[in-house]
């Protein structure tokens, strides 16, 4: 079966302080993998995207990283800030003939001051 | 650009009331088209998708059913709303081939 699942299902740090969420998945065949972040009451926002020989993106702050043959990502959230309090969902899209995209249930992050 | 237009932004009903939420994208063509639902605490669920006008696909058995009459218009309706049929929704598009979907801002429904 097609799934994402994501760890921990919510977290608290300080601000200035540096986390990691993580995604495991079963989502075959696989195309790429991607983290968003979804702020409170409004649609996600892609952050990054790894397709399968790609092992290590940042973006800024964010750094994500993708081992196919585990099938897990992590994404790396250096010297927290505020604003980087939302949800991050890792979506897996399948190699099909349709796009088809499988969500992760998310990883709700507060950054406390 | 392209742009997504997604209403009413928040929505409250009455059970067994109808709904209707719609959906538009502008400046792409035949856009594949998502209708996602999202429930408190819960990751987002696919609902519906859409390769064309016409063309609507079921993810999950429900009270929901979607149409495309127009290449870039998605239309979420109920005949009956039910209480489980509270959430965030979320329309999203994408292009065909592409790699990133992008969402709309939500419309967050309440069933009362």
């Known amino acids: 079966k097609n799934q994402v699942e994501q760890s921990p299902q919510s977290l608290i740090i300080l601000e200035g302080k540096n986390c990691t969420l993580q995604c495991n998945y079963t989502v075959s065949p696989f195309s790429n993998l991607r983290w968003y972040k979804q702020d409170t009451g409004r649609g996600p926002v892609s952050l990054t995207i ?22 897990q ?16 969902i890792c979506v897996v899209k399948r190699n099909t003939g349709f796009q088809k995209l499988v969500f992760g249930t998310g990883t709700r992050l507060l950054v406390s001051p | 650009s392209q742009t997504i237009h997604q209403w009413p932004a928040t929505l409250v009903q009455p059970v067994g009331s109808p709904l209707s939420l719609e959906c538009t994208v502008e400046g ?12 408190a605490g819960r990751g987002l669920q ?6 064309g006008i016409g063309q609507i696909s079921s993810e999950v058995p429900q009270n929901l059913s979607a149409s495309r009459p127009q290449d870039r218009q998605f239309i979420l309706s109920s005949k009956k709303l039910l209480l489980s049929d509270s959430g965030f929704y979320l329309c999203a598009w994408a292009p065909v081939g592409g790699t990133e979907a992008f969402f709309g801002q939500g419309t967050r429904l309440t069933v009362v």
Not at chain 1, 50 to 65: I, L, Q, V, W
Not at chain 2, 28 to 39: C, D, G, K, V
């Open chain 1, 50 to 71: 790894m397709t399968f020989s790609e092992n290590t993106k940042s973006n800024g702050r964010y750094t994500a990283t993708l081992d196919a043959d585990t099938k």
């Open chain 2, 46 to 51: 696919l609902l519906f998708y859409s390769v």
């Open chain 2, 28 to 39: 792409t063509s035949n856009p594949n088209l998502y209708w996602y639902r999202q429930a």
């Open chain 1, 73 to 88: 990502s992590s994404l790396h959230i250096t010297a927290s800030q505020l604003s980087d309090s939302a949800s991050y």
